[in-house]
């Protein structure tokens, strides 16, 4: 016979996954811009979508306006957040220098266990690059560049790292899709030479080559976001 505490354990289990499935796949839809900026996202019609409670509703749009995707406004409404194209020459300025200064930090410090995880972890998104999975892609490239900033043992250099990668997982979309998901193999291999300056301590090299691997990045979004992409029509 079950007791209501195992009763009220097993509703909390069910509940949590009901907000981690509700999270998950907003997250992925937002960062996937299958759910573009600006998108209104409706507790009613979330409920309905999702055959769940408001209440998971509400706290996966917490989680993922602590991950800064969608925002509430004044009149209560939640949206997907936009995406700030007036400020990105100073957050690619940011990016750019925890890019270096992280991975020369690796170069200094890790450790053949991290050596390890960095390679397992190109591994992987050398496969999702040779399917061309772009949303594997973003989350295996965030876990890479984390996993270097953990490697350097930085904690601030880490935690602003992590916050720049979360907030450019979408503009790391507009990246792959100017590619059309099928990643150049050079770019891909570009993991692979930062791997062996950390692992040969060479902290001049490691420094340059996260440079010119944040550049390709930036320059490539840079001109996919200016493309002029309007159909020549004949009237």
Same mark, same amino acid.
């Given at each position: +016979? @079950?007791?209501? /505490?195992?009763? &009220?354990? #097993? ?7 009901? %907000?981690? *499935? ?29 055959? +769940? @409670?408001?209440? /998971?509703?509400? &706290?996966? #749009? ?7 995707? %969608?925002? *509430? ?163």
């Amino acid at each position: +016979m @079950s007791s209501q /505490p195992d009763t &009220e354990k #097993l509703a909390e289990r069910r509940r949590g996954s009901g %907000v981690s *499935t509700v999270y998950e796949k907003l997250r992925n839809e937002i960062i996937d811009l299958t759910l573009a900026p600006g998108t209104p996202l409706e507790e009613k019609q979330l409920s309905e979508r999702f055959q +769940m @409670s408001r209440t /998971p509703i509400r &706290e996966a #749009l917490l989680k993922l306006s602590a991950d800064g995707l %969608v925002v *509430t406004l004044t009149n209560r409404s939640t949206v997907v957040s936009h995406i700030d194209l007036l400020s990105l020459s100073s957050y690619f300025d940011a990016l750019t220098l925890m890019y270096r200064v992280n991975t020369r930090l690796a170069a200094e410090n890790a450790t053949e266990a991290d050596w390890d995880i960095l390679a397992a972890l190109q591994a992987q998104y050398a496969d999702a690059a040779e399917s061309g999975d772009a949303l594997k892609m973003i989350i295996v490239n965030r876990e890479f560049h984390v996993a270097i900033a953990e490697a350097g043992g930085n904690k601030y250099y880490r935690d602003l790292f992590v916050r720049l990668l979360d907030e450019g997982r979408r503009l790391l979309r507009l990246y792959y899709t100017s590619f059309n998901d099928q990643l150049p193999r050079e770019y891909s291999d570009q993991h692979e030479d930062q791997i062996k300056a950390i692992r040969n301590r060479d902290v001049e090299l490691a420094d340059k080559l996260a440079k010119e691997h944040a550049d390709q990045i930036v320059l490539q979004i840079q001109r996919y976001i200016s493309e002029d992409k309007r159909q020549d029509i004949v009237l």
